[in-house]
Nanobody, 123 residues
Framework: QVQLVESGGGSVQAGGSLRLSCVASGYTSSRYCVAWFRQAPGKEREGVAAIDSGGSTSYADSMKGRFTISQDNAKNTLYLHMNSLKPEDTAMYYC?????????????????WGQGTQVTVSS
């Protein structure tokens, strides 16, 4: 069973930066895709970025430029580097994974989910 554990969330002022981490365990496939999603109160869960086991990345159009996804395969850890944070970035951020290639950033395309880490950006 794949397990994903996020960390690194917190409270930050607008313009600040945070780095989220997601430690994965239990992979049984040699090829996988991991991604970050976020969900603000009262809104649908939306995709942020994804990366496959070969290192290819994809981003939601609205996330390009300020967010960077990366991974450390030796540590089985996924990262999300967030810069120039805005109050509208306030949300619960989730790590998600699926076996195989990355598919479009839709929650239904991912099988495994972490519990989330809260990011709060104040103005």
């Amino acid at each position: 069973q794949v397990q994903l554990v996020e960390s690194g969330g917190g409270s930050v002022q607008a313009g600040g930066s945070l780095r989220l981490s997601c430690v994965a365990s239990g992979y049984t496939s040699s090829r996988y895709c991991v991604a970050w999603f976020r969900q603000a109160p009262g809104k649908e869960r939306e995709g942020v970025a994804a990366i496959d086991s070969g290192g290819s990345t994809s981003y939601a159009d609205s996330m390009k430029g300020r967010f960077t996804i990366s991974q450390d395969n030796a540590k089985n850890t996924l990262y999300l580097h967030m810069n120039s944070l805005k109050p509208e970035d306030t949300a619960m951020y989730y790590c998600a994974a699926r076996a195989g290639w990355c598919l479009p950033l839709h929650p239904g395309n991912y099988d495994y989910w972490g519990q989330g880490t809260q990011v709060t950006v104040s103005s």
